[in-house]
T-cell receptor, first 108, second 115 residues
């Protein structure tokens, strides 16, 4: 079946630095979703991308879907300590399959 | 409007014991899911129910059974718990907003330890 890998697995940044996580698929995806999970919490839906080359922004977060719809990225500008957590990509067919996640740690 | 609720929040079992994890949603969603999340890992789909009356296996269904009791409730049963089933279990439901847009809502999770 389809495999969705995320890189990096972990990222430690100083507050104010930028952060990017990448989601890569071996096959074309119909859509991609992004979730954030705070430590000890549950995943929270952030956004869904469906169009080739689509770019969406939420304040300091920028989400991109690749032209070939095989990869996606989440970029956070000027990280804050509130950005700490694990970021997951996921794709939906008749069920939702999650990527491996990137754990972000932000040092003040 | 409570969203997705799960009970219990915590549970400790001995190997071989059985238990049922309960999940309910009050958002009138058709699709419901059960995931497990092991420490430091991503979410793996156990079972899902696309609509009332239907259930399908996910990535890791072995050792589990599910029941979609009605549109609101989707339970997960461990018939004979094993230490490998120690995990955090999340229930979720999906709302189709418009076109191809979905939003998935997660419950708070059940932390299960099998000794």
């Amino acid at each position: 079946g389809q495999q969705v890998m995320q890189i990096p697995q972990y990222q430690h940044v100083q507050e104010g630095e930028d952060f990017t996580t990448y989601c890569n698929s071996s096959t074309t995806l119909s859509n991609i979703q992004w979730y954030k999970q705070r430590p000890g919490g549950h995943p929270v839906f952030l956004i869904q991308l469906v169009k080739s080359g689509e770019v969406k922004k939420q304040k300091r977060l920028t989400f991109q879907f690749g032209e070939a719809k095989k990869n996606s990225s989440l970029h956070i500008t000027a990280t804050q300590t509130t950005d700490v957590g694990t970021y997951f990509c996921a794709y939906n067919t008749d069920k939702l399959i999650f990527g491996t996640g990137t754990r972000l740690q932000v040092f003040p | 409007n409570a969203g997705v609720t799960q009970t219990p929040k915590f549970q400790v079992l001995k190997t071989g014991q059985s238990m049922t994890l309960q999940c309910a949603q009050d958002m009138n969603h058709n699709s419901m899911y059960w995931y497990r999340q092991d420490p430091g890992m991503g979410l793996r789909l156990i079972y899902y129910s696309a609509s009332e009356g239907t259930t399908d296996k996910g990535e890791v269904p072995n050792g589990y059974n599910v029941s979609r009791l009605n549109k609101r409730e989707f339970s997960l049963r461990l018939e004979s718990a094993a230490p490998s089933q120690t995990s955090v279990y999340f229930c979720a439901s999906i709302r189709l907003t418009s076109g191809d847009t979905y939003t998935q809502y997660f419950g708070p999770g059940t932390r299960l330890t099998v000794l």
